[in-house]
């Protein structure tokens, strides 16, 4: 089996106040979180335009966590050397958004980050097959990407199972990351089915008591606490 033993919490800064997003930063790297994830997107794969490399840089000083970016984008392979440069850890690419996959994985292997490739909830994994020796991570998307605040889709959860079966063909650990209507009982879920980073929004940025709890509440729900 080829899945990473330790769970991982991926606060997203779509949903944190774009006015204070360094102390949206530290707030989830002193609740534990270990990933901070980071939704670019460029009002063409999907409407809304966010951010890009700059927001990365700016916020690599204030935390050492890993930064796992999201590529909403058409041409991502266009943007691997920037983003690179800024400081990121680990780029995910949408299958839909690349007419050559491999080679845009094997790219972002080359400048030295984890590889990762998104499917859209329509998508078949079929494909990751083909790139399996070049992947890190697979995010299998559990809304339709662009926007937060989104419900859970179900029916993703027999799709992670699929590519837990597919993943453990793998000579090495490969994250089954899932992204959209994330909260303690859906990662619960999707944990049950064989992901192990869950990135989470509203029910981080948005949790009432505090972006802490947030995390805490994931934490104790997948019993990493
Ligand atoms: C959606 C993004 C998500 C988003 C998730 O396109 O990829 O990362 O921030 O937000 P929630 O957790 O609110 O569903
Ligand atoms: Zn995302």
């Known amino acids: 089996m080829s899945l990473p033993q330790k769970k991982v919490i991926a606060p997203s800064l779509l949903s944190a106040d774009f006015g204070h997003m ?18 670019v997107m460029d009002g063409a794969f999907v409407p809304p335009i966010t951010f890009g490399p700059q927001m990365v840089s700016a916020l690599r000083p204030v935390t050492d966590q890993f930064f796992d970016i999201h590529l909403m ?6 943007q691997i050397e920037s983003f690179a ?22 790219q972002i292997r080359e400048a030295g980050m984890k590889a990762g490739v998104a499917f859209n909830p329509h998508s078949s994994v079929d494909a990751l097959e083909w790139v399996l ?13 662009g ?8 029916l993703m959860l027999h799709k992670i199972a699929e590519v837990r079966d597919i993943v453990s ?3 090495h650990d490969i994250h089954i990351e899932v992204d959209g209507g994330i909260t303690p009982e859906t990662a619960a879920k999707c944990a049950m089915q ?21 995390i805490a509440a994931l934490k104790g729900a997948l019993h990493e606490r």
Not at 133 to 145: F, K, Q, S
Not at 147 to 154: D, E
């Open 133 to 145: 020796d070049t992947a890190d991570l697979v995010l299998v998307m559990t809304v339709n990407p």
């Open 85 to 106: 440069k800024a400081g990121a850890n680990g780029v995910t690419v949408h299958v839909e958004a690349c007419t050559h996959l491999q080679r845009v994985l094997q």
């Open 22 to 39: 360094a102390d949206s930063a530290v707030i989830a790297k002193e609740g534990g979180a270990e990933y901070l994830h980071f939704d």
């Open 169 to 171: 063909k793998a000579p």
């Open 194 to 214: 064989g992901a192990t980073a869950f990135v989470a929004g509203t029910s981080v940025y948005g949790n009432p008591k505090g972006a802490s709890e947030g």
């Open 147 to 154: 926007y937060g605040g989104q419900k859970f889709l179900p």
């Open 73 to 78: 984008i058409e041409h991502p392979e266009r």
